[in-house]
């Protein structure tokens, strides 16, 4: 049976991104919703803000918990599905930890960056923020499997569920202690997913930084996990890509992200920033936390090319799928707070304007997505014989890694 290439958006809403759930507009969740039908996607995956949803570790919002089931309840009137993503934790730029989370403690939980990301909670930056480590804390440990059992238990019935998604890019949060940890708490929350719900696919929102280094979670050992293996992934991020709207970049990190898993992998977040309307491509500088920032922001067209140039290279190389960031540029009274104040190319990554209007990229997908793509099967080109975790892990990745892409490269014939 032919298989539908499934096209997606990730969901933050236009006029409350990160803060929609405490400020909760059902009406606007429906117009937006339309917005993405007719674009023709069916996959919105959206974030649980942890704070939002946790206010305390041993209970559920109640109200947040209504929200969501009213989201689904739009979402099924739209004929769209949920990615349902948990423990956010992570998201564009600052950490935004449930306040009982917060901590006065020496080191990051993340170590690889030595330094601490600003911390957002109950919608304020915390001065000098820290949180304890949620894959090893005791206490986050039991409030996970109680928002899981929460959830999973109220919605799994519900015919707008698709996937149940463990974190977004969770290492940006925290680093389990090995990577063997990092195995074993995937394990032990799919496990406690799959006791209620055996019908939904799990997965764990897996980004760049786990094909870059050994960072706690290892893409073959959490995605032996999972129901279906994802990748996040940026050229505009990647000093070695043939600059920042290179097309075979993403299709390259989902084909790799397959093979160290061992089955097909799932595009769960790409895209780019755009400039204003009307300005060409350029590269922006600014000051972002107390760090100089250079940021490349494409134009609209040149954007839109973009798109449609990856979408079929990642139906080509047989992935089920692929979802863009983000469904919206940000409203301008929201570019003075988190995360749009300090990561000002935060607020340019729609599909629709500030005003609502569609970009040029936005029709891109849609003509894409009247084509009625298919799955494929992996192409020869877009597979790594022998490779293995282990092997992979073990090499020097800031040279292995884009020598395999200049391989994956001269067998495509690029």
């Not at 206490?139 to 919605?155: G, H, I, N, W």
Request: charged share 25%; hydrophobic share 40%.
């Amino acid at each position: 049976m032919e298989e539908k290439f499934l096209l997606g958006v990730n969901y933050w809403p236009r006029r409350k991104a990160m803060y929609w759930w405490s400020q909760f507009d059902a009406g606007e969740v429906d117009d937006e919703f339309a917005i993405i039908q007719e674009l023709g996607l069916s996959i919105v995956r959206l974030f649980l803000l942890w704070d939002d949803f946790q206010p305390e570790p041993t209970s559920v919002d109640k109200n947040a918990l209504a929200n969501l089931e009213k989201v689904a309840d739009i979402a099924a009137k739209h004929a769209l599905r949920l990615d349902v993503t948990f423990f956010t934790g992570h998201m564009s730029g600052p950490n935004w930890a449930p306040r009982w989370l917060l901590s006065e403690r020496e080191g990051y939980p993340s170590p690889y960056f030595g330094w601490v990301r600003q911390v957002i909670s109950r919608g304020q930056i915390v001065p000098n923020g820290n949180y304890r480590n949620m894959f090893s804390d005791p206490q986050a440990l039991e409030a996970e499997r109680l928002l899981l059992k929460t959830v999973v238990s109220a919605l799994k019935d519900h015919p707008a569920i698709w996937m149940w998604n463990l974190g977004n890019e969770p290492d940006l949060f925290a680093w389990p202690v090995d990577a063997a940890a990092g195995q074993e708490w995937v394990h032990d929350m799919t496990s406690l997913i799959k006791s209620i719900d055996l019908v939904h696919p799990v997965t764990v929102g897996t980004h760049g930084d786990s094909l870059s280094r050994n960072n706690g979670l290892r893409l073959d050992m959490v995605h032996a996990e999972t129901d279906l293996p994802v990748m996040h992934s940026y050229p505009m991020y990647c000093e070695w890509a043939r600059g920042p709207l290179d097309p075979d970049y993403v299709p390259f990190t989902t084909a790799l992200t397959a093979a160290l898993a061992g089955k097909p992998a799932l595009m769960e977040e790409f895209g780019g920033c755009t400039n204003l309307p009307g300005k060409g491509s350029e590269t922006w500088e600014w000051q972002a936390y107390g760090m100089d920032r250079k940021q490349y922001m494409a134009s609209e067209e040149d954007f839109a090319e973009y798109m449609r140039l990856v979408m079929p290279r990642v139906q080509e190389i047989g992935s089920p799928g692929a979802f863009t960031w983000c469904f919206a540029d940000y409203a301008t009274e929201l570019w003075e707070v988190p995360p749009c104040g300090e990561s000002r190319h935060e607020r340019h990554f729609g599909l629709v304007r500030p005003d609502g209007s569609i970009k040029p990229h936005a029709e891109a997908i849609k003509k894409f997505a009247n084509s009625n793509p298919l799955v494929k099967p992996i192409p020869d080109f877009a597979k790594f014989p022998g490779l293995t975790g282990e092997y992979y892990y073990s090499q020097d990745l800031d040279d292995y890694q884009p020598a395999l892409y200049r391989e994956y490269l001269k067998r495509k014939g690029v």
